[in-house]
């Protein structure tokens, strides 16, 4: 399917809430403020220390002096501010922020996440990536299904893990995926996928429920 990442990005502003504080992870993450309903306002979190990051444009570009967590040039909205970068991670060690929102490498059916290495390549660390994880109220993994048609949601993440059993849901461009004591349960569909297709290109086992709805 064309656009896979605005697709992905826009099923996941649907889970925002109006006067929730979100911290999003690099790369596809990032799309996710765009597709905000006019009603919805969240505040933007940063862990290298700004609380309150708003539109980057040309006025307000300034990839020197503020960047965000992975080095990105960045901006402070109206009425936010830059703090400490101790304040910033008590504000996530402390259950302050309502909902991350991170890529993957690999998910597991146990709602694991490894996210931050690949064994041998070069990476740039693992960030505040481990303290979001097990610090935010809701974990969504917004991510494609699979990479190069190998599937990247497993029964057990191969990779390195950036932390265990902390992931709340995983939305790719083929489904919304909710991580439950039984297991994934398949909550959501893309229609242009069948289940079969869905479930073939996951190693993990899905729960298929009686209520199964398109993805919206």
Known sequence: MENVKAFIAARVAKELKDGDVVNLGIGLPTLVPAYLPESVHVTLQSENGIIGTGAVTDANRDPIHVVDAGGSASAVGNGGSFIDSSVSFGLIRGG?????????????????????IIPGKKMPGMGGAMDLLV????VIVAM??????????????KLPYTAVKCITK????????????????????????????IQAATEATLIIPSDLKPMV
């Open 96 to 116: 302050h922020v309502d909902a991350t929102v991170l890529g993957g490498l690999e998910v597991d059916e146990e709602g694991s996440l490894s996210n931050w």
């Open 135 to 138: 610090g935010a109220k809701n």
């Open 144 to 157: 494609e299904h699979t990479a190069k048609g190998a599937p990247k949601i497993l029964k057990k993440c």
């Open 170 to 197: 995983i939305i790719t461009e083929m489904g919304v995926m909710v991580v439950t004591d039984k297991g994934l349960v398949l909550a959501e569909y893309n229609p242009e996928f069948t289940v079969e297709q």
